[in-house]
């Protein structure tokens, strides 16, 4: 599996780009999570939205979600085929009705169905969303009543979207085999709705060694050396996890 971030950077940033990763895997795209950033991100990477086969969202703030809606147009209107929309079932409503809608509805299109051939994830529930990508729904902890999920990708990969530290999912997650984890970072302390580096420090250098640090603020330089055994994660470069 190779591994490509559009962006790394948190909602606010403006050197790294939003948090938003490309997946490749046995010739197929999948994107997760399609935020501002993402059309500028691809169109940089020389891709278009033609070249994603399936997108698969976390939760809904616009670093995560904001470029849905040129994702949509795009493909209905120049690339003329409706891509795979996978989306957690408890998301789906808000997802049309809160945040795509306004821009999408018109005369003969109403609905996610009418742009996205669109399935539901359940928490818990592994999916294999393209041959050989099997993700795990987990609703972690980010802003409080509304729900947010990271994924279990593989049974080997962890992928935060945003999420308080939680310092038990992490540890059995490890023990189920989990061998590399992305996790959202905030840079400074104390962080409100994502996890700290001086949470995730508090974590044993055996569990560091697995993390690598993403979604963070255009600081990030003036942390080098402060991450403990914690690895930044670097915008469009090509990562192979196996
Ligand atoms: N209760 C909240 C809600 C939001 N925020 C900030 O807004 C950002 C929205 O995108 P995010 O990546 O979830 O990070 C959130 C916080 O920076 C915050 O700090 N506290
Ligand atoms: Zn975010
Ligand atoms: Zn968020």
């Known amino acids: 599996m190779n591994l490509q971030m559009l962006g790394t950077g948190n909602a606010f940033a403006k050197k790294y780009f939003n948090t938003n990763a490309l997946f490749y895997v046995e010739g197929r795209t999948v994107m997760l999570d399609c935020g501002i950033t993402a059309p500028l991100s691809l169109y940089q990477l020389n891709k278009s939205f033609n070249d994603i086969d399936a997108l698969l969202i976390s939760h809904i703030h616009a670093d995560h979600i904001g470029g849905i809606e040129e994702f949509a147009f795009q493909m209905k209107f120049v690339h003329k085929r409706k ?110 709705v994502h996890a700290s580096i001086d949470d995730l420090l508090t974590l044993p250098e055996a569990i560091q060694e697995h993390v690598w640090l993403m979604h963070y603020d255009d600081s990030k330089d003036e942390y080098a050396g402060q991450t403990g055994r914690m690895r930044f994660v670097d915008q469009h470069r090509m990562y192979n996890f196996e």
């Not at 359940?122 to 009543?145: C, D, Q, S």
């Not at 729900?147 to 992928?159: A, G, K, M």
């Not at 530290?165 to 959202?184: N, W």
């Open 83 to 192: 891509p795979l929309l996978y989306v957690p079932a408890v998301l789906v409503e808000r997802l049309w009705e809160f945040s795509l809608k306004g821009g999408l509805l018109q005369d003969e299109f109403y609905s996610l169905d009418d742009y996205f051939e669109v399935k539901l994830l359940h928490e818990g529930a592994a999916a294999e969303i393209v041959p050989g990508f099997k993700v795990e729904p987990i609703l972690t902890k980010h802003i409080p009543n509304k729900p947010s999920f990271s994924y279990f990708i593989n049974e080997s990969f962890f992928y935060s979207a945003d999420m308080l530290f939680d310092r038990a999912l992490l540890e059995s997650l490890i023990e189920r085999g989990c061998r590399v984890i992305f996790h959202d970072c905030q840079l400074s302390s104390p962080a409100a």
